[in-house]
C-alpha cells in the first residue's frame, strides 16, 4: 500500500530529476509533439538537437538499426525523413535510455546493458500489448521506456543519504524500497512524470502497475505496464528483486484488454525484436 514520502524526500526526487540529462524531457515533449498529426519537421529535428550527446546518439542509432549496408544519414533531418515520425520517436528512446543509464543501477545490480534491454523490451511489450488493445502505441512506448527512471532518481537519492546499499536477490525491491526510504521507484518515477507535465493517464499507470487491479477505473496503463514487466520477467531480464512480483492474472488481463494467449506469444515476438535490434547494434 502506498504512503506519502515525507516533503524532504519528494523535494529531494525532484531536485535529483532536475540535474538528470536533458534527453528524458526532450523525449517526454517529442512524445506530446508527435500526437499532433500536423508535427512539423523542423520543430522535430530543434527540439532533439537540444541535446548534442542525444543527436550524437540517436544518429548512431539510426545508422545502426535503419541504414547499415546503405549510405549513413549525416543529420537528424535526413533521419527523420528516411524513417518517419513514428521510428524516430523509438530511435531517440533507445538513446536516451543508453545516455541515462550509461553507469546502469549500482544499487539495484543492473549493469548499463541491462537496464537497455530491460527498458527497451518493456517498451516494445507496451507498445505491443496496446497496439492489441487498440490504444496509442506511441505513448505506450513512452510510458514503458521511461519505466526505470525511478530507480535511477531514488538510487542517486540512497548514494547519497545510505551509501552502499544495495537490494538483496531475496526480497522483493518494493519492500526494500519502502523500508530504506518510504517509496518506492514507481511512486518516484510518477512524481517525476508529474514534474515533466506527462498526460495524467501515464503517470497514474505509472504510480499503480504493480497493483493495477486496486486502481482499475484509472485506465489500462497500470495494467498494461505490470504485463509488460511480466514479459521481461519470462525472457529473463528482470531483476531476481522484481520478477517475483509480475503475475498474470485474470483481472490484469481483463484491465489491460488482452488474452493470454496474446501475451504468450508476446514473450517470443519482443525476444525476437530484442535479439534483432542488438544483433544490429552490436
Not at 7 to 21: G, N
Not at 165 to 171: G, H, Q, S
Not at 237 to 247: F, G
Request: contains cysteine.
Amino acid at each position: 500500500m502506498e504512503s506519502a514520502p515525507d516533503t524532504r524526500l519528494k523535494e529531494l526526487i525532484l531536485r535529483f530529476a532536475q540535474k538528470l540529462p536533458t534527453s528524458p524531457q526532450i523525449f517526454s515533449r517529442l512524445s506530446m509533439m508527435l500526437n499532433d498529426v500536423n508535427a512539423d519537421l523542423d520543430k522535430i529535428v530543434n527540439l532533439i538537437s537540444i541535446d548534442t550527446g542525444l543527436t550524437a546518439r540517436v544518429l548512431r542509432v539510426s545508422n545502426s538499426v535503419f541504414f547499415r549496408g546503405s549510405s549513413p544519414v549525416q543529420s537528424l533531418d535526413e533521419a527523420v525523413n528516411r524513417v518517419g515520425f513514428r521510428e524516430i520517436h523509438k530511435m531517440v528512446g533507445m538513446a536516451m535510455t543508453e545516455q541515462l543509464f550509461m553507469n546502469g543501477l549500482p544499487a539495484y545490480r543492473m549493469n548499463a546493458k541491462q537496464v537497455w534491454e530491460n527498458s527497451v523490451a518493456t517498451a516494445l511489450a507496451m507498445e505491443s500489448i496496446a497496439t492489441e488493445a487498440g490504444q496509442d502505441a506511441q505513448a505506450a512506448y513512452t510510458l514503458g521506456i521511461l519505466r526505470q527512471v525511478g530507480k535511477l532518481v531514488l538510487g542517486r537519492v540512497l548514494e547519497k543519504e545510505q551509501p552502499g546499499a544495495i537490494c538483496p536477490d531475496d526480497i522483493d525491491v518494493l519492500s526494500w524500497e519502502r523500508a530504506r526510504l518510504n517509496i518506492t521507484n514507481h511512486e518516484a518515477a510518477a512524481y517525476i512524470l508529474e514534474s515533466w507535465k506527462l498526460p495524467r493517464g501515464m503517470s497514474i499507470g505509472m504510480r499503480f502497475h504493480h497493483e493495477p487491479e486496486e486502481h482499475s477505473d484509472d485506465g489500462p496503463e497500470g495494467a498494461q505496464l505490470h504485463l509488460a514487466g511480466w514479459v521481461t520477467g519470462q525472457l529473463g531480464i528482470s531483476t531476481a528483486s522484481e520478477s517475483v512480483l509480475w503475475e498474470l492474472t485474470p483481472d490484469r488481463l481483463d484491465l489491460a484488454q488482452v488474452s493470454e494467449e496474446f501475451m504468450q506469444s508476446c514473450v517470443n515476438n519482443i525476444q525476437a525484436e530484442l535479439d534483432s535490434l542488438k544483433a544490429q547494434m552490436a
